[in-house]
């Protein structure tokens, strides 16, 4: 399924390989000889490949022996040698990396992770800060940055919304990786499957989520991110904005009269 690993890449071969299949966008990391690593040019072009409006879905998978390995340590070491100790690189670096996670949670599309193998540190992230996601029964994921001085901070933002405060605790202070199946149990990724079927597996989803009108889904997922850290009288305020506003919509008129006529909806955007 994967090409064959390339040393150094051509330097006209994009960090990403982005394939529209129907109303589904594809966006492929496309480093990996590099493991995928969330150099300042791939979230970048990470960035720039979420700006699909005519998609309802999009995927994020990637190529080669790794989903993501997260940012280029050995990169990074390099910079304490600057004159700052490397501060202005680093803040640059994690605010590239926290825009361009914004990005995937703030997009009107769901947004889907594919992950065929390793996802540690910021590529774990990738995957938390994703809608959904698939796993291969091959993969891994961990928050490794500890074991090497470095607590996953910026990680720790989406998985400690993705998954209960304990198992979150337990990975962002252990470092340990775990498999797909106990990635599974704990809620970081909705479901696994054998690596031959995981691409499968995926459009099936995207391609099943894509029949759903795309403004529903845009103002379903905002309202969910609005309202998940509010208390509860002011979480249903939200809610019950966001439904009288679905219902004196296009499409929620449509779907109510496709439903009383037992017909399929037309959604304004097919």
């Known amino acids: 399924m994967n090409a064959p690993l ?6 006209d071969t994009p960090h990403v390989m982005v394939h529209d ?15 995928n690593l969330l150099t300042p040019e791939m979230m970048a072009a990470i960035k720039a490949a979420l700006d699909a409006p005519f998609a309802r879905v999009i995927v994020i998978a990637s190529d080669g022996p790794a989903f993501c390995a997260g940012h280029d340590m050995k990169e990074m070491a390099r910079h304490h040698a600057d004159a700052d100790g490397g501060r202005a690189y680093f ?16 997009a009107p599309q769901p947004v889907i992770a594919e992950v065929h193998s390793v996802a540690v540190a910021a590529g ?14 091959t993969a891994k994921f961990g928050t490794t940055g500890v074991t090497f001085g470095l607590y996953c901070s910026t990680p720790a933002v989406p998985l400690v919304r993705t998954l ?9 202070m252990t470092g340990d990786v775990i498999d797909a199946a106990q990635a599974e149990r704990i809620g970081l990724v909705n ?13 099936r989803l995207a391609a099943h989520i894509a029949t759903k ?5 845009a103002l379903g997922k905002r309202t969910a991110s609005a309202q998940r850290t509010l208390p509860l009288d002011e979480a249903y305020r939200v809610a019950t904005e966001a439904m009288v506003e679905n219902l004196l919509h ?8 496709a439903f009383a006529s037992k017909r399929p909806a037309t959604w304004a955007d097919d």
């Open 164 to 172: 209960p405060g304990k198992h979150a605790a337990e990975l962002l």
């Open 6 to 11: 390339r040393e150094t890449p051509p330097v």
């Open 250 to 257: 296009a499409d929620g008129r449509e779907g109510l009269d």
């Open 91 to 106: 803040t640059a670096l994690f605010n590239q990396c926290s825009d361009m996670m914004m990005a995937i949670s703030t």
């Open 213 to 217: 009108s795309a403004a529903v889904l």
């Open 21 to 35: 299949e129907g109303r589904v966008r594809r966006i492929v990391l496309n480093r990996p000889a590099q493991r």
């Open 124 to 137: 774990c992230q990738l995957v938390a800060a994703c809608d959904l996601a698939v796993a291969a029964d």
């Open 191 to 203: 479901r696994v499957v054998p690596a031959a079927e995981l691409t499968p597996t995926t459009m």
